[in-house]
């Protein structure tokens, strides 16, 4: 009769381990070659369900925790991806692992792991289930270096989405004043100025910047739109709700998807039939000829509002 195979030690059955750890914890060597155990690393063993190259980020992350030290975290675009939160297009062919470790002789040698080091002390940090992330913020922080100031606007946005905020806008006027002489940190605190809670898209923070830095005021994001009676009538993405304008950014999906496209064919009727003028925008405003849409949406304003132009 076959004898039932000797279970790992409890510490050990539902983690990714070293094998130093795992024999300090009183596994064998035999125990450790099992077929059930992967072994993402040379010296790693992991009892996590995961393979080849369709094992999720977290679990390529938790493999390398036991080669780490003990106060790692991971950083940048890494920690954005694990956090959910939208990476910024310069960044997004980035596909290392990231880290932030307390001194450069503490650096694993793996290629696939773009090591940082952060000596000084007050680095923020969170918990993600077994892992250790750099918070938002501080995540923020540190791409300051790597981005362009609007970059690092529409990286502050997609941080404070609508439906799913991680931070406020004081928590990255905070940590833009709290690493003097950082690098990137002239580009944070402009930044921190100019983020906006709400926002729903990439191109609607891209759109209101373009709008801006044109000498257009400053448009509200997602504020809803109410009717003399009261009822509600839509939420632009983007509007100058004293002279009733509202700018709606249009993705593929609002063209592809029938439902999303009836939607905003009532959306955009309710708002004209109580005297809305509706301006849409598309990819092309954004990216190709964001003066197209500026110079539409001057004369808008111009007609709704003459002064406002001298």
Known sequence: MSRLPTPLPDALSTRTFSVKDALDAGASRGQLQRSSLDSPL???????PCEGDSRDLWSRCASYVPALHSTYAFSHVTALRLLGIEVPWKLQEDARIHVVLPRRAERPDRPEIEAHFCGRPGLAVMDYGALCLTTPPQTWMHLAA?????????????????????????????????????????????????????????MESRLRLHMVSNGLPE???????????????????????????????????HRTDPATWRRDIERRQRLEDDGWLVITATADDVIRY??????????????????SLG
């Not at 040379?42 to 996590?48: A, I, P, Y």
């Not at 739109?225 to 009261?230: I, K, L, N, Q, S």
């Open 290 to 307: 964001p003066m197209r849409l500026i110079t539409r949406v001057r004369r808008a304003i111009a007609r709704r509002r003459p002064a």
């Open 42 to 48: 040379w010296g790693v063993r992991s009892t996590l």
């Open 219 to 253: 448009p509200v994001v997602n504020q809803e739109a109410y009717a003399e009676d009261g009822s509600f009538l839509a939420r632009p993405d983007l509007s100058y709700p004293e002279l009733k304008i509202a700018i709606e950014y249009d993705g593929d999906v």
């Open 146 to 202: 790597r981005l362009r100031l609007d970059d690092l606007v529409v990286l502050g946005d997609a941080m404070m989405r609508r439906d799913d905020p991680w931070i406020t806008p004081a928590e990255l006027h905070q940590i833009a004043h709290s690493f003097p002489g950082a690098r990137g940190v002239r580009a944070a605190r402009a930044a921190a100025t100019l983020v906006r809670p709400g926002t729903e898209s990439t």
